[in-house]
């Protein structure tokens, strides 16, 4: 399994931003996704999550600013970021609670990040 992601870059604060990742690979079924980010000397935090049936999840700091959604059919994840300021610019990781159509297991996978940076 191997997760993918895209969007990230420069923006100006009160800008905005999509994220995309997408789930590749031999896979049997995708059940959560989500959205981590890991800012210069911060650990990791949860940004949004998602079940398979649209149920959503945001960390206080981006309610009502940031909107994740999927598409299910195509493995996809985005992350839609609106009203961007400084307090935002991190690494972003979308992952994926995926089983592999190889083990048969559900696991965790992560996608190697994409860096996004609000400044003027």
């Known amino acids: 399994v191997q997760l993918q992601a895209s969007g990230g870059g420069l923006v100006q ?6 994220l995309s990742c997408a789930a590749s690979g031999s896979i049997f079924a995708v059940n959560g996704m989500g959205w981590y980010r890991q800012a210069a000397g ?12 649209g149920v959503t999840n945001y960390v ?6 940031f909107t994740i959604s ?7 994840v985005y992350l ?3 009203s961007l300021d400084s307090e935002d610019t ?19 996978y992560w996608g ?6 609000v400044s003027s």
Do not use: F, H
């Not at 911060?42 to 049936?53: D, F, N, W, Y």
């Not at 999927?70 to 996809?76: F, G, V």
């Open 42 to 53: 911060k650990q990791r935090e949860l940004v949004a999550t998602i079940t398979s049936g």
């Open 80 to 82: 839609q970021m609106n």
């Open 112 to 117: 190697l990040g994409t860096l996004v940076t």
């Open 90 to 108: 991190a690494v972003y990781y979308c992952y994926a609670r995926a089983m592999p159509r190889s083990n048969g297991k559900w696991d965790n």
């Open 13 to 18: 604060p009160g800008g905005s931003l999509r």
């Open 70 to 76: 999927r598409d299910n059919a195509k493995r996809m």
């Open 60 to 65: 206080d700091s981006v309610k009502g600013r």
